[in-house]
Nanobody, 118 residues
């Protein structure tokens, strides 16, 4: 059973930084694409950053230049470094894993809350 566990969320002032971690069970991380999603209060879940198994990255325009996604396959962990945080970055952040050739993400963590105060 694949498990993803997020950590690193919390309360931070606008302009501050947080680093989220997503720890994956087992040793399958090297074969999957990974993504970080955000769900703001009253809104749909949206993809904010993604990294392929080849370490190519993609970002939503709202976080480009402020967030950095990275992966450490040896530690079975994916990170999201968030800088220059804004109140609109507030939400629950989920990590997700997608198996090769699958169109949708297959596995999800339970999320970690990020709150940015103004």
């Amino acid at each position: 059973q694949v498990q993803l566990v997020e950590s690193g969320g919390g309360l931070v002032q606008a302009g501050g930084s947080l680093r989220l971690s997503c720890a994956a069970s087992g040793s399958f991380l090297s074969i999957v694409d990974m993504g970080w999603y955000r769900q703001a209060p009253g809104k749909q879940r949206e993809l904010v950053a993604a990294i392929t198994r080849g370490s190519s990255t993609n970002y939503d325009g709202s976080v480009k230049g402020r967030f950095t996604i990275s992966r450490d396959n040896a530690k079975n962990t994916v990170y999201l470094q968030m800088n220059s945080l804004k109140p609109e970055d507030t939400g629950i952040y989920f990590c997700a894993a997608r198996l090769p050739l699958h169109p949708e993400y297959d596995y999800w963590g339970r999320g970690t809350q990020v709150t940015v105060s103004s």
